[in-house]
C-alpha cells in the first residue's frame, strides 16, 4: 500500500554512466528528502525539499543532484556514476501541518557501480 | 533538535514484551519524541509519537516519564517479524529541520 514509488529497486551500472533514481509520491506531501544508506550503517541525508523549486543538500556531501519540478516527483540523478556511489537510495516524504509530521518512505534503490 | 542515547542493541523471546529505552535529557518542551523502526534495509517505518502523554496504537505504546527525560517504546508481544532497528527521534513538530536518525537500537526477537 505504499503510496511513495521508487524505482528501480536494484540498478547495477558502469562507471562514468549517467543515472537517474525516480521518486514519486501520490500523498500531495510539500516534503520529499533523499537519504543515503550503507549496508548497517546509518542514513544520511544528502537531499530535502520544501516544496516545488526549492531544494537544498543535506548533512552529507554527495555529487548527486536533485530537481523539484512537480510535488508529486523528486529525481535524483547521478552525471557520471562511480564505485564510491555504489549504496542504498532511500526517498521519503512528510506534509507539513499534520499532525504528527510522519515521514513516509519508499523501499529503496540499491545501487551497484561496477 | 535534542540529542537521544539508545542501547546498541537487545534481545526479547517472541511473545515477549520488548521494552525499548531512550534517553533525551536535553528535550525541549515543544519536541516530540518519535519512534521509527527499519526491517532489514528497507525504508524506515513510522511507529508511534508522543509529546508528554502515554500514546498507543495498534503498533506498540509509548511511556514518557513525567520530566519527558526518558521514554520506552513497548511492543506488547514481540514476534519475529519485529526484528529491526528501532529509532527514537525527538524533534519539534514544526521543525524545519530533516529527521536524523542516529544509529539505533538493534532488536533480535528469537524464537
Known amino acids: 500500500e505504499a503510496d511513495i514509488y521508487q524505482t528501480p529497486r536494484y540498478l547495477v551500472i558502469g562507471t562514468g554512466k549517467k543515472i537517474t533514481l525516480e521518486c514519486s509520491q501520490t500523498m500531495g506531501h510539500d516534503k520529499m528528502y533523499w537519504y543515503q544508506q550503507d549496508p548497517g550503517m546509518e542514513l544520511h541525508l544528502i537531499h530535502y525539499s520544501y516544496g516545488v523549486n526549492s531544494t537544498e543538500k543535506g548533512d552529507l556531501s554527495s555529487e548527486s543532484t536533485v530537481s523539484r519540478i512537480r510535488t508529486e516527483h523528486f529525481p535524483l540523478t547521478l552525471e557520471s556514476a562511480r564505485p564510491s556511489h555504489t549504496s542504498q537510495y532511500l526517498c521519503a516524504s512528510s506534509a507539513q501541518g499534520t499532525p504528527n509530521y510522519g515521514y513516509t518512505f519508499g523501499s529503496g534503490t540499491r545501487l551497484t557501480v561496477v | 533538535d535534542a540529542k537521544t542515547t539508545q542501547p546498541t542493541s537487545m534481545d526479547c523471546a517472541e511473545g515477549r514484551a520488548a521494552n525499548l529505552p531512550c534517553n533525551h535529557s536535553?528535550?525541549?518542551?515543544?519536541?516530540?519524541v518519535y519512534w521509527y523502526r527499519q526491517i532489514h534495509s528497507q525504508g524506515p517505518q513510522y511507529i508511534i509519537h508522543?509529546?508528554?502523554n502515554n500514546e498507543t496504537n495498534e503498533m506498540a505504546s509509548l511511556i514518557i516519564t513525567e520530566d519527558r527525560k526518558s521514554s520506552t517504546l513497548i511492543l506488547p508481544h514481540a514476534t519475529l517479524r519485529d526484528t529491526a532497528v528501532y529509532y527514537c527521534i525527538v524533534r519539534a513538530a514544526n521543525s524545519g529541520y530533516a529527521l536524523n536518525f542516529g544509529k539505533g537500537t538493534s532488536l533480535l526477537v528469537t524464537p
Open positions: 508522543g509529546l508528554k
Open positions: 536535553t528535550i525541549s518542551g515543544n519536541e516530540y
